[in-house]
């Protein structure tokens, strides 16, 4: 009977059925400040998903930003930003506090109010009034565990985003919309291992 129990072990700990692994999937919500290296400042408002498996983190989201920029030497131009992103990284602790690096990158896609334009350069037109945004980033964060299913972060991102725009007669310009945004928010469970 014993051999049998410990036969039985191993061949469960082989499986990895008695093993430390966890995971946890998140959705969540998130909001902070956002400072922009050629664009206003402005609070995104971010939903998402973010999951934890052993020692590596993913984040999917989707960012709604109202913003303004200077478009072919135009400043203050509104624009509307929705954006996806990915990214991919490491967390550094297996307690209820978890420090974590990841990269990523970002589509966005930019509603840029032309009035702004038109009144002040009634020469230009603007080809695109929505325009796609391509971008890098890396972040770096704290995830406080505060129950097995509810957990609060704190992040800092920075990157890069070009926004692609072009108006007749004047060509193409690239603008970059990326800085840096410190954000908090809350994490809730859907999923999560017994042992997390």
């Given at each position: 009977?014993?051999?049998?129990?410990?036969t039985?072990?191993?061949?469960?700990?082989?499986?990895?059925?008695?093993?430390?692994?966890?995971?946890?999937?998140y959705?969540f919500?998130?909001?902070?400040?956002?400072?922009?290296?050629?664009?206003?400042?402005?609070?995104?408002?971010?939903?998402?998903?973010?999951?934890?498996?052993?020692?590596?983190?993913?984040?999917?989201?989707?960012?709604?930003?109202?913003?303004?920029a200077?478009?072919?030497?135009?400043?203050?131009?509104?624009?509307?930003?929705?954006?996806?992103?990915?990214?991919?990284?490491?967390?550094?602790?297996?307690?209820?506090?978890?420090?974590?690096?990841?990269g990523?990158?970002?589509?966005?896609?930019?509603?840029?109010?032309?009035?702004?334009?038109?009144?002040?350069?009634?020469?230009?037109?603007?080809?695109?009034?929505?325009?796609?945004?391509?971008?890098?980033?890396?972040?770096?964060?704290?995830?406080?565990?505060?129950?097995?299913?509810?957990?609060?972060?704190?992040?800092?991102?920075?990157?890069?985003?070009?926004?692609?725009?072009?108006?007749?007669n004047?060509?193409?310009?690239?603008?970059?919309?990326?800085?840096?945004?410190?954000?908090?928010?809350?994490?809730?469970?859907?999923d999560?291992?017994?042992?997390?």
């Open positions: 009977m014993k051999i049998g129990k410990v039985f072990a191993v061949i469960l700990l082989s499986q990895g059925l008695l093993s430390q692994d966890y995971y946890a999937d959705i919500l998130g909001s902070g400040y956002y400072s922009g290296f050629s664009s206003a400042t402005a609070v995104p408002v971010d939903i998402g998903y973010f999951a934890v498996n052993n020692q590596t983190v993913l984040e999917v989201q989707l960012q709604i930003k109202k913003n303004s200077t478009i072919f030497s135009v400043p203050e131009v509104g624009m509307t930003a929705v954006t996806f992103s990915a990214c991919y990284g490491y967390h550094f602790s297996e307690t209820s506090v978890k420090p974590y690096v990841a990523g990158m970002l589509v966005g896609f930019n509603g840029i109010n032309s009035g702004d334009v038109t009144r002040r350069r009634p020469d230009l037109v603007i080809n695109n009034n929505v325009a796609e945004s391509y971008g890098i980033f890396v972040l770096a964060g704290i995830h406080f565990m505060v129950s097995n299913r509810t957990s609060f972060f704190i992040d800092y991102r920075i990157g890069v985003d070009y926004l692609y725009t072009s108006i007749e004047q060509g193409d310009e690239f603008v970059n919309l990326g800085g840096q945004y410190i954000r908090a928010g809350v994490r809730i469970a859907i999560t291992s017994e042992d997390f």
